[in-house]
């Protein structure tokens, strides 16, 4: 596995922490069966058009990077180029990536094995045509920074109920792991993993009529929307 060479005084605070030299562009992708391509959305073509000339056939471009669509990465990189796009989220990091990937009309079912496979290692990916990667962008890529949002919201009603902030934190933080293991293991609608919690007249109904009042499964569902909407924006050329 290879990196290519960062830039001015970024290269020369990295550079220290690297068992190797960094490589250029062009030394990555020669010889490279699979090129992951993780830099900002303005700067994939402008990369892409720099490898082009030593893109082997047999390479598959993989771009992680939102708003960049595979007719765009095809007119850098030429129209032959296989590639797979997918849009993976920051808990990657941790091993717990929700992602999603479609397939550029030159990828064959064999680049999508290996593009699952990657992926997999690092949490669970899923196949959708392109023109549901806005969605997957609005949902899950966009999706951890609304439950860390949740997550401190709740740690701040603990606290304001008279828990210490580390106790309230980590509670939070676990009972948002924890609800979310109980829906991918036992296969239940939420809804009725809710029901299970809200007995008669008691403390979690008390507190759902709140959330219900202030309106936050509306506003998380627009939360979704708007961050989709976006995403199609970028991909149709607007401003990064």
Known sequence: MHACRARGARRQARQPTLTAPPLSSR??????????????????AVVLA???????????????????????????????ARI?????????????????????GAATEGD???????FSAVGVIHRVDERLLSAVTGLS????????LAIEALADGGVRAGLPRDVALALSAQTVAGAARMVLD???????????????????????????????RAAFMNAVVAAAARADELARGGAF
Do not use: W
Not at 84 to 104: H, I, Y
Not at 112 to 118: H, K, S
């Open 84 to 104: 797979v796009r997918v849009m993976p989220n920051t808990p990657c990091l941790v091993g717990e990536t929700a992602a999603a990937m479609c397939l550029g």
């Open 186 to 216: 036992t296969g239940k609608h939420p809804g009725a993993l809710k029901d299970m919690v809200t007995s008669p007249a008691g403390t979690t109904i008390a507190g759902v009529h709140e959330l219900e009042r202030a309106g936050v």
């Open 141 to 148: 890529g966009s999706g951890p920074a609304y439950i860390f």
């Open 27 to 44: 030394q990555v992708v020669q010889g490279s069966d699979i090129v992951i391509v993780a830099v900002k959305p303005q700067y994939v």
């Open 112 to 118: 999508a094995g290996d593009v699952r496979a990657l």
């Open 50 to 80: 720099e490898v082009r000339p030593v893109l082997a056939d047999g390479t598959v471009i993989v771009s992680i990077a939102a708003g960049v669509t595979v007719a765009a990465m095809a007119d850098a990189a030429g129209a032959g």
